[in-house]
C-alpha cells in the first residue's frame, strides 16, 4: 500500500502571491503517478496537476507548477499568482494500476 | 455535458435502513470507484470497478455492497445503514489502469441517525 502525507491542514496567501503546498509520499512501487486535486466549496474534485514517477522534469500547468523530489519522496505544488478562485481544499494522491491513495488535505484560504 | 452523475445528493437514514447510490457516466470510462470522504480523513476507496463485470474491495469495504450493472452504472449499496456510515461519497471513473486522472461526480451527502 502507498501512504501520502499532507502536513499542512490549513495554509492562507495573498491575492497574488505565492503559496506551496506539502506532499510527501510512501511507496514500494517502482511506476506510479502523483497528482494534485482541488476542491471547491461545490464538493466537485478537480485535477489540478499531475506527474508520471518516471519523468524527471517537473510538471506545470499555467500558474500552478510541483516540485517533484523522487528521492525523497516530496511532491509539493507551487501556485503562482494566487487568485481568490484558487481558495479550496487542496489533496495529494498517488496512484499505482487502479489504487490511488490521497492525502487529508490542505484547506488553502485566498486573502484579498 | 453530464460527466458523472451521482443520485441522490443528499439522503437522511435512520440505523438499519437500507439505500442505494447511483452512478452514472456517460465518459465511456472502463473504471469506476465509490469513495467515501470525512473530516480529517481525506477520501478513502470503498469499492472499485476496473472493467463491466468485475469488482473489487477497497481500504474500507465492509458494510456496503457494489453492482456493476454494464459499463455506464455503478451503485453502491448500503443494506443496513449504521451511523458509522454517515459522509460524503463521490463516484469517480477512469478510462483505463494507471491513466492517471478520475473523474469525479459532485457527491453524495449521507446522514445516518
Given at each position: ?34 497528482f ?22 517537473n ?10 523530489q ?10 503562482s ?27 488553502l484560504t485566498?486573502?484579498? | ?24 457516466q ?30 473489487d ?24 445503514a449504521?451511523?458509522?456510515?454517515t ?16 473523474f ?10
Amino acid at each position: 500500500a502507498q501512504t501520502v502525507t499532507q502536513s499542512q491542514p490549513e495554509m492562507s496567501v495573498q491575492e497574488a502571491e505565492t503559496v506551496t503546498l506539502s506532499c510527501t509520499y510512501d511507496t514500494s512501487e517502482s511506476d506510479y503517478y502523483l497528482f494534485w486535486y482541488k476542491q471547491p466549496p461545490s464538493r466537485q474534485m478537480i485535477l489540478v496537476i499531475r506527474q508520471e514517477a518516471y519523468k524527471q522534469q517537473n510538471a506545470t500547468e499555467n500558474r500552478f507548477s510541483v516540485n517533484f523530489q523522487k528521492a525523497a519522496k516530496s511532491f509539493s505544488l507551487k501556485i503562482s499568482d494566487s487568485q481568490l478562485g484558487d481558495a479550496a481544499m487542496y489533496f495529494c494522491a498517488s496512484s499505482t494500476g487502479n489504487q490511488f491513495y490521497f492525502g487529508t488535505g490542505t484547506s488553502l484560504t485566498v486573502i484579498p | 455535458n453530464a460527466g458523472v452523475t451521482q443520485t441522490p445528493k443528499f439522503q437522511v437514514l435512520k440505523t438499519g435502513q437500507s439505500m442505494t447510490l447511483q452512478c452514472a457516466q456517460d465518459m465511456n470510462h472502463n473504471s469506476m470507484y465509490w469513495y467515501r470522504q470525512d473530516p480529517g480523513m481525506g477520501l478513502r476507496l470503498i469499492y472499485y470497478s476496473a472493467s463491466e463485470g468485475t469488482t473489487d474491495k477497497g481500504e474500507v469495504p465492509n458494510g456496503y455492497n457494489v453492482s456493476r450493472l454494464n459499463k455506464r452504472e455503478f451503485s453502491l449499496r448500503l443494506e443496513s445503514a449504521a451511523p458509522s456510515q454517515t459522509s460524503v461519497y463521490f463516484c469517480a471513473t477512469e478510462d483505463g489502469p494507471n491513466t492517471g486522472e478520475l473523474f469525479f461526480g459532485e457527491g453524495s451527502r449521507l446522514t445516518v441517525l
